[in-house]
């Protein structure tokens, strides 16, 4: 399908995107790797009058450390979050989750920014952000913000960003000496997550000391599995993580579709939580 004719803009640093973006008021879209948007331009699911091209913007770019926390450049593509040698050492689920984002040339393409901002509850990163307890840092016409990832996903395709700000940077602590594991569930190979599950863990003395569930495609926005997080404390065992992993579904409200029924998600919450931890905790 054709897209909706729009008009075009591509600033040459944050400056100029931000105030490009507040010109233009609710009716701008911002175009990244382009693998979340041009889809939706395609399908005439977005109606923009104009498109704002930051791909070009060289400080969007790059992974570096900061103190406690890894400082990672929106425009970073999900290919070098896979290959940094910061990521893999600090955030190891972080590039283990975006090894299995879609395909190669998608992966070349789209952006943790562009990821993130879309947000899709059946993306996978998103999830995979809330479990690391993750930081999403925004720039407007009023400053920079820093947005915990708690409260950055407020809806289906709805995000706490302001329609003239630009995220330009993703903070992830440091969770060097946890175990991670990401487990999900899909029809084909490079379609959405029917369901995902982002674990990481933390053992002491040989059982679990702190565990932290990301759950993709299980409600109208990421979420964490609490109770499941609260009932692995102290598993020490397959048989007490099967315990606690059926706890994963609650509080949840996974969608009727035609690949699942909210039953059959919650099924899969279940089974996931538990292939997740068990291996992230070395136990599987």
């Given amino acids: 399908m054709i897209p909706p004719a729009f008009e075009y803009a591509r600033p040459g640093s944050v400056e100029e995107a931000v105030r490009t973006l507040a010109d ?5 879209k911002v175009l990244a790797g382009g693998q979340s948007l041009l889809p939706l ?11 704002v091209d930051v791909g070009r913007i060289p400080e969007l770019r790059g ?4 103190g406690d926390a890894l400082a990672i450049g929106a425009l970073t593509t999900h290919h070098d979050i896979i290959r940094d040698p910061l990521v893999r ?3 190891g689920l972080l590039a283990a989750a975006t090894a299995t984002v879609a395909d190669p040339a998608v992966r070349h393409r789209g952006t943790l920014g562009g990821s993130l901002a879309h947000a899709d509850p059946a993306g996978d990163l998103p999830a995979v952000l809330l479990a690391l307890d993750g930081e999403l840092v925004a720039v407007g016409p009023g400053g920079r913000r820093t947005i915990p990832a708690r409260a950055f996903f407020l809806d289906y395709l709805t995000s706490a960003l302001a329609p003239d700000e630009l995220l330009v ?5 440091k ?6 594991h990401y487990e999900k569930f899909q029809r084909v190979a490079q379609a959405w997550a029917i369901v995902g599950v982002a674990a990481l863990v933390r053992r002491d003395d040989g059982h679990i000391a702190e565990a932290r569930i990301g759950l993709t495609n299980m409600g109208s926005t990421p979420l964490r599995a609490t109770a499941a997080e609260a009932a692995l404390a102290g598993a020490d065992g397959p048989e007490s993580v099967a ?3 059926e706890a994963a579904a609650e509080g949840t409200r996974p969608s009727q579709d035609l690949s699942a029924s909210p039953e059959y998600r919650e099924h899969l919450a279940r089974v996931l939580t538990r292939r997740a931890v068990l291996t992230a905790a070395g136990m599987g």
Avoid: N, S, T
């Avoid at 233009?24 to 701008?28: F, I, N």
């Avoid at 699911?45 to 498109?51: G, H, M």
């Avoid at 940077?169 to 602590?173: G, Y």
């Fill in 24 to 28: 233009a008021g609710e009716e701008a």
């Fill in 41 to 51: 331009l395609r399908l005439r699911l977005a109606f923009p009058e104009l498109v």
């Fill in 63 to 66: 992974v570096r450390e900061d």
């Fill in 89 to 91: 050492r600090h955030a």
């Fill in 169 to 173: 940077e993703v903070r992830v602590p």
């Fill in 175 to 180: 969770k060097d000496g946890w175990g991670f």
């Fill in 243 to 245: 315990r606690a992993a």
